[in-house]
């Protein structure tokens, strides 16, 4: 099945727009001249372009490819997993985004110093860096060869035009040309994805032809409430256990926070967790109703000898060619609207390694780099992802059947980071020791389970074909379960496993659950018993406290005890600084900052990058203060501004009236 040129302009249109976007913020505005902008768009975007920015980072050509192909095979009860979206996305508005954006951070790393301490910290980052360098490689490589597989598509020639171009437009326009881009992208896989939906349907006799063709075939699948984890999928497996995996990417990953972090206010950035619910359950209709319509389309049409053979993540390109080959143009959006999923994860991919790596490896080390300087080397590290991902992707076609195993170590290490985070801020007795301890745990248990059961997997292919989801490429890349995680699934579990073999057939989708509960359990465990930290040494800013406002019905005395002893106030030099935004005198140092300035009362705001002059007058963030004597200086008409050294990056200065 050969491309048509109208097929190949369009392919190619995908690119010359996305590099042209990349060019457009590298010759506008202020040219990527600052880390702030290369890295965070200048804190300017709106909630919109954000919002399916969010969307299209996780949207990956393997989930496009996948989701059709899990319908196909299994039914409708994936489906099932739009019900997780809510609690997925309005857990990290009202609890994480507060969080984050008034902490005022880069790296979502530097929470974890400013919550524990740098190691901590430089262990978060090492992971995240080790997930998505393997992740982005396969992402890149592995639709690519399924394409090639079907339609004869050039497979080194795509992989490198498209590596490249993501690597020009991210290095080019940083993160405003990352999330432009991400929206035309949105816009083509929606595009594509309509195109085969609506030829599809009127090829088979419409909807409602479709629809009956599934139920007869026992497609349409009601709901399984199921409490046994280790069934593949139920209701609970997927309203519950996907809560957890929602929170893994939309609530601690890197790619995802950074977004948020990127826009004007907060408002904004919950704004754009609001507006990605409607747009992923908009998503996972039209993947679902792509798999129907493939399955009705090829009860009419039996498959030829080829297409039986293939693997069903490759039946959906077959699909696609067979019911769009009349139309010159369409099988290219497709093809457009494939690798429009792998630009959107990787450009991303590129950006955040670009941050993490500068933020918390390069520049705590080097704090006196000039700006112009470090903005090149932000722009030189994009760079080198990108060409690294290009490295990847040559290693991914060297991996035969252990391609997949690499694909889930993305899904394997989201749930212990999220662990991690979420025992930094819901319980403050924990320490650095729990928190490394709990990591490792968490890290541990992940690989244990996951290479656990894709080696089982592995051993049974042979008497169980059909069950099996590890084949060897390129005769068959069974991608079709990886979806949104990128996480293989499981495969139904053979009646009356027991031990190891009970233990690694867990539903892929309570990994995340799992993994992340093992790192709050160790981490807790081992704080208790090499002394939790006490409340009052916590900067109360990084910390949720999720009972008090859960209970908060409660009399105050018993709400403060739930708190730990994390209180809601500062003292610095003689003041205390509370939460209100109000001070007083008071005897001991200050150990974090307040909310917001009072007219009347002594405030402290965050002002310029420490490593500017300190000046006075911007909104304040958290952070514990360090370094430098306190000295008086001139702030706004009618105050008087002691400075109080830096935090997180910042310069801090409390100001008082006259």
């Not at 042209?20 to 001249?33: K, N, P, T, V």
């Not at 929602?246 to 967790?273: D, I, K």
């Amino acid at each position: 099945m050969a491309f048509t040129v109208a097929d190949y302009t369009v392919f190619v249109l995908l690119l010359v727009l996305s590099a042209a976007i990349g060019l457009f913020y590298a010759l506008s505005g202020g040219r990527q001249r600052t880390v702030q902008e290369f890295l965070l768009a200048n804190r300017s975007m709106s909630f919109l372009p954000v919002a399916l920015s969010l969307l299209a980072t996780f949207q990956s050509a393997v989930a496009i490819l996948g989701v059709p192909a899990e319908i196909y095979r299994f039914g409708t009860e994936y489906w099932f997993l739009g019900c997780c979206y809510f609690l997925g996305l309005l857990i990290p508005a009202h609890v994480f985004i507060p969080v984050f954006y008034r902490l005022h951070l880069t790296s979502t790393y530097e929470y974890l110093e400013l919550r524990f301490n740098k190691a901590v910290r430089v262990c978060g980052t090492v992971t995240f860096i080790f997930q998505m360098v393997i992740y982005m490689g396969v992402v890149l490589y592995a639709p690519a060869l399924a394409l090639n597989a079907v339609t004869q598509f050039d497979l080194w020639g795509a992989v490198l035009t498209m590596g490249l171009v993501c690597t020009l437009y991210t290095t080019l326009g940083g993160l405003k040309a990352v999330i432009w881009t991400d929206v035309f992208q949105t816009l083509v896989m929606f595009a594509g994805q309509l195109a085969v939906i609506v030829v599809g349907t009127v090829k088979v006799g419409g909807m409602g032809r479709v629809w009956q063709l599934a139920a007869d075939q026992g497609k349409i699948s009601g709901i399984d409430l199921n409490p046994d984890p280790f069934e593949r999928h139920t209701f609970w497996t997927l309203a519950v256990g996907g809560v957890f995996m929602m929170l893994s990417l939309y609530g601690v990953n890197q790619a995802q926070v950074q977004r948020y972090l990127s826009s004007r206010t907060e408002r904004e950035a919950v704004l754009s967790c609001y507006a990605v619910f409607p747009c992923q359950q908009v998503v996972l209709c039209l993947s679902c109703l792509t798999g129907l319509v493939m399955f009705a389309y090829y009860q009419e049409h039996p498959l030829t000898a080829a297409q039986s053979q293939a693997s069903s993540d490759q039946l959906v390109l077959y699909f696609v060619m067979d019911v769009l080959k009349d139309l010159p143009g369409l099988p290219g959006l497709f093809v457009a609207c494939l690798f429009s999923g792998s630009l959107s994860t990787i450009s991303s991919a590129f950006n955040s390694l670009a941050t993490v790596t500068m933020e918390d490896l390069i520049h705590p080390y080097f704090p006196g780099l000039r700006e112009s300087r470090a903005t090149l080397l932000s722009k030189l590290l994009a760079l080198s992802y990108g060409l690294l991902c290009l490295g990847m992707a040559y290693l991914s076609s060297m991996m035969g059947p252990m391609l997949q195993a690499a694909i889930s170590i993305f899904g394997m290490v989201g749930g212990p980071l999220l662990g991690l985070f979420c025992l930094g801020m819901f319980f403050p007795c924990a320490n650095p020791t729990g928190a490394i301890a709990g990591l490792a745990a968490g890290l541990a248990m992940a690989f244990w389970i996951g290479i656990g059961s894709l080696v089982s997997n592995l051993r049974a292919a042979p008497s169980a074909p059909l069950l099996s989801n590890i084949t060897d490429f390129p005769q068959a890349s069974s991608l079709s379960t990886a979806i949104a995680t990128t996480l293989l699934t499981s495969t139904p579990a053979p009646k009356r496993l027991s031990g190891l073999q009970k233990f690694y057939s867990l539903s892929y989708m309570w990994y995340s659950a799992h993994n992340s509960t093992t790192v709050i359990l160790v981490g807790l465990l081992v704080s208790l018993l090499t002394g939790p930290t006490k409340g009052a040494t916590v900067n109360p800013r990084t910390i949720y406290p999720v009972l008090p406002r859960l209970l908060c019905c409660l009399p105050q005395r018993y709400r403060e005890r739930l708190s730990c002893g994390v209180g809601c106030s500062a003292e610095v030099s003689g003041w205390e600084l509370c939460e209100c935004g109000r001070a007083r005198q008071a005897a001991t140092p200050v150990t974090g900052p307040a909310r917001r300035r009072a007219p009347s009362a002594p405030t402290l705001f965050h002002t310029v990058p420490a490593r500017a002059p300190v000046v006075a007058g911007h909104s304040p963030v958290a952070g514990p203060l360090s370094g430098g004597a306190v000295r008086a200086s001139r702030g706004p008409v009618g105050t008087t501004g002691l400075e109080l050294g830096t935090a997180g990056g910042l310069g801090w200065t409390l100001l008082h009236p006259d």
